[in-house]
T-cell receptor, first 117, second 112 residues
Framework: DTEVTQTPKHLVMGMTNKKSLKCEQH?????MYWYKQKAKKPPELMFV???????INESVPSRFSPECPNSSLLNLHLHALQPEDSALYLC????????????????FGEGSWLTVV | GDSVTQMEGPVTLSEEAFLTINCTYT??????LFWYVQYPGEGLQLLLK?????DKGSNKGFEATYRKETTSFHLEKGSVQVSDSAVYFC???????????FGTGTRLTIIP
């Protein structure tokens, strides 16, 4: 089973709202990721969690707040977003990269389509 | 740093035509190489992968061979179907980098 589940699939929120995107995987992966994808562009990395600890923040604005409550769950808390934050948000997971070994396969979810109005 | 250069699209082919989407990369060491596919309105699905030189990844009739001498990972399919219409992303994951490096994507449209 190579499934990453994301909810909700669609979200419309106002600029003053607080909402969350949720992601779950049961593949035993200990690395989880948030990516942002704008139309006709490749995904861009936002955050990486390794063993439930934040290991990479790609200079993402603080209005995006990630959380990894346990090894299976990853959340992205949203607050005071701007219309330009409207995009597809993709969660992904993989085995943790081991030193001296080539990259692991990263599995993506179906994404959450976010519209900020 | 690592980079992936992918064939510019969009690409339009007739059903049953032969498909090639070119992908070349720049990276130190021995990265793993991937092709992901994104159908309209959906997330990314792993199509195939190769983890070392001369490996051939294959899935759903698609194939790609990891060519270290030409730093390439071209995607091929012998006979495309309308259902193959999607955006295809070439990507690499290097052991010195947590980030998956993507190409720009190639939009493929197959007409009946």
């Amino acid at each position: 089973d190579t499934e990453v589940t994301q909810t909700p699939k669609h979200l419309v929120m106002g600029m003053t709202n607080k909402k969350s995107l949720k992601c779950e995987q049961h593949m035993g992966h200990r690395a989880m990721y948030w990516y942002k994808q704008k139309a006709k562009k490749p995904p861009e990395l936002m955050f990486v969690y390794s063993y439930e600890k934040l290991s990479i923040n790609e200079s993402v604005p603080s209005r995006f707040s990630p959380e990894c409550p346990n090894s299976s769950l990853l959340n992205l808390h949203l607050h005071a977003l701007q219309p330009e934050d409207s995009a597809l948000y993709l969660c992904a997971s993989s085995q943790v990269r081991q030193a001296g070994r080539s990259g692991n396969t990263i599995y993506f979810g179906e994404g959450s389509w976010l519209t900020v109005v | 740093g690592d980079s992936v250069t992918q064939m510019e699209g969009p690409v339009t082919l007739s059903e049953e035509a032969f498909l090639t989407i070119n992908c070349t990369y720049t990276a130190t060491g021995y990265p793993s190489l991937f092709w992901y596919v994104q159908y309209p309105g959906e997330g990314l699905q792993l199509l195939l992968k190769a983890t070392k030189a001369d490996d051939k990844g294959s899935n759903k009739g698609f194939e790609a061979t990891y060519r270290k001498e030409t730093t390439s990972f071209h995607l091929e399919k012998g006979s495309v179907q309308v259902s193959d219409s999607a955006v295809y992303f070439c990507a690499l994951h290097n052991f010195g980098n947590e980030k998956l490096t993507f190409g720009t994507g190639t939009r493929l449209t197959i007409i009946p």
